[in-house]
């Protein structure tokens, strides 16, 4: 614990989806989440987009973020485990395609 | 990389935006002590591997604008501190991180501790770490 927050190598929430806004919106848009981890990016902007894709192929870290969806009831996210190689070439286009430290 | 970008934006409907988000490659991870009315600069932390990581994935940003897959929307960066409370909390801290993981310098880690033994009392250690984000759009 640091300051009585969980210590945490990532930045505050809020910090990398004001970065984003500076140039895209993503509320009511199609996002595609290339290696989302455990979903700790994903369901801080989740609430606001109209559908989400996001994959990661670490199955422990997709169990989790599909914990921590069920757990804020959210319904638009799809979490898969696999990695952009396994994305269908075709299908609806996304509005947004995010790789949160993953690149 | 480069692929991964390319398959992205095969899904992608033109105009639609290629984010990514990524530790700035020259700006490393810095480490200080921190009081009331003091800071004092200790180290920057290094990371040879990953650094070949952020150079392939710089590359690989410009590549596909330079091939005509992405117009550049913009680029910023941006930092963030995490604030520890004692030198023991930084191996939690780097553990936390996804390898390949910082480490401290040659000495750096020894002269942590030392400058912490004089700090002043409610001192603590500063971590800043520093961010990109790059937005690249799809071309029609």
């Given amino acids: ?103 | 990389m480069v692929h991964a970008l390319q398959r992205a934006g095969q899904r992608l409907r033109p105009g639609g935006a290629l984010i990514s988000l990524r530790p700035h490659r020259t700006w490393r991870p810095a480490i200080a002590i921190t009081a009331p009315g003091s800071r004092l600069p200790v180290a920057r932390l290094i990371n040879p591997r990953f650094d070949r990581n952020l150079r392939a994935a710089e590359s690989a940003l410009e590549r596909v604008v330079r091939e005509g897959w992405f117009t550049l929307a913009g680029a910023r960066s941006s930092r963030y501190r995490i604030y520890l409370q004692r030198p023991s909390q930084m191996r939690s801290y780097l553990e936390l991180i996804t390898p390949p993981r910082p480490r401290f310098p040659p000495g750096a880690r020894a002269s942590l501790y030392r400058l912490w033994s004089r700090a002043p009392a409610g001192a603590r250690i500063e971590v800043t770490e520093y961010l990109v984000i790059t937005v690249l759009r799809r071309r029609s």
């Fill in chain 1, 1 to 103: 614990m640091t300051d009585g927050r969980l210590l945490s190598a990532y930045p505050p929430d809020g910090l990398e989806l004001r970065l984003i806004e500076r140039f895209t919106s993503l509320r009511q848009k199609r996002v595609l989440e290339i290696g989302c981890g455990d979903g700790r990016l994903t369901l801080q902007y989740a609430p606001e987009a109209a559908f989400v894709l996001a994959f990661d192929p670490d199955r422990a870290s997709i169990d989790e973020a599909a914990w921590q969806q069920a757990n804020r009831r959210l319904g638009n996210v799809d979490f898969r485990v696999g990695s952009i190689e396994q994305l269908p070439g075709r299908g609806a286009p996304f509005d947004a395609a995010l790789f949160g430290w993953s690149l």
